[in-house]
């Protein structure tokens, strides 16, 4: 299933409507991630770095890093280009939740769909809650949770 939606590069404040939706491209996670990942953050837990430890688990085998797959989300949201050159920052992270896990082989992609928006003059701009729903290759959800982004305004003139 290829929900693949072509999206206005950089969007200005004033062009997101609650209710948009936005889907990125796919993106699929590797053992090479895992332990980049690893090295990289310095989280060698076993449930992401041994084959044979791993077994002895509920999962049965290596799963990799939640903070692995946001960062994938994290890009994959970024790449659909809806933020391009708009962005003034990332504030925060609200209500996220790892609901199954990610595994070496999967392959991830993401939904957004903005929630709110809010002017803040001060930055001549505003905030953009949006929602991301992140689906695995069988149309799983993985995690989910909500993002709110600074978003500079329409340049005057």
């Known amino acids: 299933?290829?929900?693949?939606?072509?999206?206005?590069?950089?969007?200005?404040?004033?062009?997101?409507?609650?209710?948009?939706?936005?889907?990125?491209?796919?993106?699929?996670v590797t053992e090479a991630d895992?332990?980049?990942?690893?090295?990289?953050s310095g989280d060698y837990n076993q449930i992401h770095t041994s084959e044979a430890y791993s077994k002895s688990t509920p999962y049965g085998k290596r799963i990799a890093h939640g903070l692995l797959t946001l960062a994938i989300v994290s890009g994959l949201a970024v790449q659909t280009g809806f933020m391009e050159g708009t962005v003034i920052n990332f504030r925060e992270i609200s209500e996220w939740k790892f609901v199954k896990p990610v595994f070496i082989g999967d392959t991830i992609r993401v939904e957004l769909e903005i929630l709110e928006t809010k002017a803040l003059p001060r930055i001549s701009g505003g905030a953009v809650d949006i929602h991301l729903e992140v689906m695995n290759q069988n149309n799983e959800t993985v995690c989910r949770g909500t993002w709110k982004v600074l978003v500079a305004g329409r340049p005057e003139g």
């Open 34 to 40: 895992i332990v980049n990942f690893a090295g990289l």
């Open 1 to 28: 299933m290829n929900n693949m939606v072509t999206v206005q590069r950089g969007l200005y404040f004033e062009e997101f409507q609650i209710g948009q939706k936005i889907f990125s491209a796919t993106r699929t």
